[in-house]
């Protein structure tokens, strides 16, 4: 049974910063390319970034460019989601996704490509 567990959520004012974590079990996970994934409330679920299985290439979000950084630990079945200089924009709900095999950008970018899904962390940010 594959399980994505997020972490690191939380309410933080604008301009501070978290780090999201996600831990995948029941799959080979370096296999995988992860990508993450937010919704805000009454917003449909938009593509943050996501990194390839294979060379460890990342792809972002025109809007979390600069600000934001994915990377993963292949050893400790994680990736992570480093966010710096928040903006009460990204406030949402984000989720850790999991797509086999994949390196394709416009596949990476999309929610509809990914094989299992996080329960996601909120993250708040107040102006």
């Known amino acids: 049974q594959v399980q994505l567990v997020e972490s690191g959520g939380g309410s933080v004012q604008a301009g501070g910063s978290l780090r999201l974590s996600c831990v995948a079990s029941?799959?080979?996970?370096?296999?995988?390319?992860m990508g993450w994934f937010r919704q805000a409330p009454g917003k449909e679920r938009e593509f943050v970034t996501a990194?390839?299985?294979?060379?460890?290439?990342?792809y972002y979000a025109d809007s979390v460019k600069g600000r934001f950084d994915i990377s993963r630990d292949n050893a400790k079945n994680t990736v992570y989601l480093q966010m710096n200089s928040l903006k009460p924009e990204d406030t949402a709900v984000y989720y850790c996704?999991?797509?086999?095999?994949?390196?394709?950008?416009?596949?990476?970018?999309?929610?509809?490509?990914?094989?299992?899904w996080g329960q996601g962390t909120q993250v708040t940010v107040s102006s």
């Open positions: 029941g799959l080979t996970f370096s296999s995988y390319s």
């Open positions: 990194i390839s299985w294979s060379d460890g290439r990342a």
């Open positions: 996704a999991a797509r086999y095999y994949s390196t394709s950008s416009p596949v990476l970018s999309a929610a509809a490509k990914y094989d299992h």
